[in-house]
């Protein structure tokens, strides 16, 4: 069961807490996915943790829940080319940013790590395992940008994205290797600056 010290801090002055969090900062191809989510004040849920940390059936039967449950949530879908212009760091900072601004019922915004522009901010280490609100917003994220990732697995079927969701598993290292690097991918990232770059 997480912690939520912070939520309890705030949830007890009857203030609302934003979490952050995102997906696919390490694959080599497809979106970067942030998400936003504000819990009900004092919500309960045991079986929200961090995305990783739960399988896929779970996700998506968590993710119904909290959309249904949530005060409020939104996401940010970050191109790779977006990506390879704002470096991946900056690039979940900024999409994190703007979420932070994209409703004024919260009083802090709790994040995974990510120091935002705003004094208002508290981010934590290892927050998605601690906190109800960025898990949430953890699993939100995943389970979005896995459903982008099974759709591009349709367009381009022979890249076998439904398995890897982009991720620079040793087969999918040879897949871009046969088949080149199309518009989906990074090409700042080291593995695909590697590679002959062949757009289709």
Not at 4 to 31: F, T
């Amino acid at each position: 069961m997480l912690e939520n010290r912070y939520e309890k801090e705030y949830w007890s002055m009857d203030q609302y807490v934003m979490g952050i969090d995102e997906a696919g900062r390490g694959p080599l191809c497809g979106p970067l996915v942030v998400a936003c989510c504000v819990l009900p004040i004092n919500y309960e849920n045991n079986e929200i943790n961090d995305s990783k940390q739960l399988t896929e059936k779970k996700r998506e039967e968590l993710f119904k829940q909290i959309i249904k449950d949530a005060h409020h949530y939104e996401f940010r879908i970050v191109s790779p080319k977006r990506i390879d212009e704002l470096d991946i760091y900056h690039a979940t900072q900024t999409a994190m940013d703007e979420l932070s601004r994209s409703t004024r019922i919260h009083s802090v915004t709790l994040t995974d790590a990510m120091p935002l522009h705003r004094y208002d901010t508290v981010d934590i280490i290892k927050g998605d395992a601690k906190s109800i609100s960025i898990a949430a917003a953890s699993i939100l994220a995943k389970v979005l940008r896995d459903h982008i990732m099974m759709g591009y697995d349709v367009l381009y079927p022979q890249y076998e994205y439904r398995n890897h969701k982009g991720y620079g598993t040793k087969r999918h290292l040879e897949l871009m290797d046969e088949y080149g690097l199309n518009d989906l991918y990074r090409y700042s990232f080291r593995p695909c600056k590697d590679r002959q770059l062949r757009l289709f």
